[in-house]
Nanobody, 115 residues
C-alpha cells in the first residue's frame, strides 16, 4: 500500500512563505497524478494544485502567482511552494495521488497564517 507523508506546515505571518513536501513510499509519479488539496475551517476540501504523470502542472486561480507545485522524481517527493501567504490560506493541506482505480491521501499538515 502506497503511503504519502506531508511535512512543512506551521505558523507563518501574512506575506510569509512555506514549502510543503509530500514523500511517497514508492516511485509512483509515472503512474499516479498528484495534487495538493486543502480544507479550511468550516470549508470543504478543495484542490490547490495538480501535477500530471507526464509533469504538466496546474494551479488554481485562487493561488495563482503565489503557489507553485513541483516534484523530484528521484526523491519520490512532491512540493508546494507557497509565497505571499494570506490568512485565508489557513487550512490543513493534503497530498493526493490518484489513478483510475485508486485514490491515496496523506494525513495532512496544518498551515496557519496569522499575525
Amino acid at each position: 500500500q502506497v503511503q504519502l507523508v506531508e511535512s512543512g506546515g506551521g505558523l507563518v505571518q501574512p506575506g510569509g512563505s512555506l514549502r510543503l513536501s509530500c514523500v511517497a513510499s514508492e516511485n509512483i509519479f509515472s503512474i499516479y497524478g498528484m495534487g495538493w488539496y486543502r480544507q479550511g475551517p468550516g470549508k470543504e476540501r478543495e484542490v490547490v494544485a495538480t501535477i500530471a504523470r507526464e509533469g504538466t502542472a496546474s494551479v488554481e486561480d485562487s493561488v495563482k502567482g503565489r503557489f507553485s507545485i513541483s516534484r523530484d522524481n528521484a526523491k519520490n517527493t512532491m512540493y508546494l511552494q507557497m509565497n505571499n501567504l494570506k490568512p485565508e490560506d489557513t487550512a490543513v493541506y493534503y497530498c493526493n495521488a490518484a489513478k483510475w482505480d485508486a485514490i491515496i491521501w496523506g494525513q495532512g499538515t496544518q498551515v496557519t497564517v496569522s499575525s
